[in-house]
């Protein structure tokens, strides 16, 4: 039976954003200080594996355009479709164009390095946004700006623990793209937690839903069938997306979501309104304004010599029934 009891870690992204503006962030992290009015401009590649035609990059964009143009910063910005060789050939035109810095956002983690060892050689210092590189590779990076994606699972897995309360209840998880840094982070958070805190909760079977409805609701309807539904108490799916395709391959299944304990992440335009009707317990508010915005912040300072962290992270508030209609996490994508 379902237990209503939840601890909801409410850290409200408006007081979060006035932190960043006066020059210090929510967390271990510092944000860097924009140094100046930027004067001196710098030129910049951004290698991205996604842009205006992704939900995420159409409000990433638009913050981190405007204040990579109030710092100087003259960026060429790039769009891989989070294909690593389509990445990788961008790689060496940014290299080849000895830019005074490059952004990165893996398209797919486990295949940056050659791009990284390409730009230490020559001289050109990488800064990396959203996903973070695989921990071997981080001596070839100077600094990290976007979600704390362990730490977003470790939040999503909390909300279960908390909705379990004790109870023997068996799980599904649908996680994201195979190879994918934030994919794996998330899926480490969650089931480090679960291991940690709730070994009540028990993982029947998980699946990657590749960032996608469609795939996700697939492999759930794979995934009761395996195990048996009546053995399913619950599901957590590495983001607001495959969660949708979770609740729908329920539903044509005929079972009601509502009862089951379903955690996400992300707070978007798709998960919010699943937050508000029930059928999904709890999700992560990710900022993209946020991200973007402080990539460009992050890549400044590196390149003015200013105080900065080599990880900055965005806060990762947990949202429930409780405050899902709080302005501080208001949807963004």
């Not at 932190?19 to 991205?48: I, K, N």
């Not at 159409?58 to 204040?67: A, G, R």
């Not at 623990?161 to 998330?186: H, K, P, Q, W, Y």
């Given at each position: 039976?379902?237990?209503?009891?939840?601890?909801?870690?409410?850290?409200?992204?408006?007081?979060?954003?006035?932190?960043?503006?006066?020059?210090?962030?929510?967390g271990?992290?510092?944000?860097?200080?924009a140094?100046?009015?930027?004067?001196?401009?710098?030129?910049?590649?951004a290698?991205?594996?996604q842009?205006?035609?992704?939900?995420?990059?159409?409000?990433?964009?638009?913050?981190?355009?405007?204040?990579?143009?109030?710092?100087?910063?003259?960026?060429?910005?790039?769009?891989?479709?989070?294909?690593?060789?389509?990445?990788?050939?961008?790689?060496?035109?940014?290299?080849?164009?000895?830019?005074?810095?490059?952004?990165?956002?893996?398209?797919?983690?486990?295949?940056?390095?050659?791009?990284?060892?390409?730009?230490?050689?020559?001289?050109?210092?990488?800064?990396?946004?959203n996903?973070?590189v695989?921990?071997?590779?981080?001596?070839?990076?100077?600094?990290?700006?976007?979600?704390?994606?362990?730490?977003?699972?470790?939040?999503?897995?909390?909300?279960?623990?908390?909705?379990?309360d004790?109870?023997?209840?068996?799980?599904?998880?649908?996680?994201?793209?195979?190879?994918?840094?934030?994919?794996?982070?998330?899926?480490?958070?969650?089931?480090?937690t679960?291991?940690a805190?709730?070994?009540?909760?028990?993982?029947?079977?998980e699946?990657?839903?590749?960032?996608?409805?469609?795939?996700?609701?697939?492999?759930?309807?794979?995934?009761?069938?395996?195990?048996?539904?009546e053995?399913?108490?619950g599901i957590?799916?590495?983001?607001?997306?495959?969660?949708?395709?979770?609740?729908d391959?329920l539903?044509?299944r005929?079972?009601?979501?509502?009862?089951?304990?379903?955690?996400?992440?992300g707070?978007?335009?798709?998960?919010n309104?699943?937050?508000?009707?029930?059928?999904?317990?709890?999700?992560?508010?990710?900022?993209?304004?946020?991200?973007?915005?402080?990539?460009?912040?992050?890549?400044h300072?590196?390149?003015?010599?200013?105080d900065?962290?080599e990880?900055?992270?965005?806060?990762?508030?947990?949202?429930?029934?409780?405050n899902?209609d709080?302005?501080?996490?208001?949807?963004?994508?």
């Amino acid at each position: 039976m379902r237990n209503t009891r939840i601890t909801t870690s409410v850290v409200g992204l408006m007081a979060a954003a006035g932190l960043v503006l006066s020059g210090c962030a929510t967390g271990d992290a510092e944000t860097p200080d924009a140094g100046g009015s930027g004067e001196e401009t710098f030129e910049v590649y951004a290698l991205l594996p996604q842009g205006t035609d992704q939900p995420y990059g159409t409000t990433y964009l638009p913050p981190f355009e405007e204040t990579a143009e109030e710092l100087g910063l003259n960026l060429t910005i790039t769009n891989s479709q989070y294909d690593a060789d389509a990445q990788a050939s961008e790689c060496e035109v940014a290299v080849a164009a000895a830019p005074d810095l490059i952004i990165l956002w893996p398209a797919v983690g486990d295949t940056v390095r050659p791009c990284l060892a390409a730009a230490s050689a020559a001289g050109i210092p990488v800064t990396v946004t959203n996903s973070d590189v695989n921990p071997e590779d981080k001596d070839l990076t100077e600094a990290y700006s976007g979600p704390d994606t362990y730490g977003q699972g470790v939040s999503s897995a909390e909300i279960m623990c908390d909705l379990a309360d004790g109870e023997e209840i068996g799980i599904l998880v649908v996680n994201g793209l195979t190879g994918n840094s934030t994919a794996i982070n998330r899926n480490a958070g969650f089931v480090d937690t679960v291991e940690a805190n709730c070994p009540n909760v028990t993982i029947l079977a998980e699946q990657p839903g590749n960032w996608n409805k469609d795939d996700s609701q697939i492999a759930v309807s794979e995934m009761l069938t395996a195990v048996g539904p009546e053995n399913v108490d619950g599901i957590y799916a590495a983001d607001d997306t495959m969660v949708a395709g979770a609740i729908d391959a329920l539903k044509a299944r005929d079972i009601d979501p509502e009862p089951l304990y379903i955690t996400s992440i992300g707070n978007t335009f798709l998960g919010n309104p699943l937050v508000v009707s029930g059928e999904l317990d709890g999700t992560v508010f990710q900022s993209s304004s946020w991200d973007g915005e402080n990539a460009a912040r992050l890549a400044h300072a590196v390149l003015t010599g200013a105080d900065y962290e080599e990880n900055l992270f965005m806060p990762s508030v947990k949202v429930t029934a409780e405050n899902a209609d709080d302005p501080s996490v208001a949807p963004e994508w």
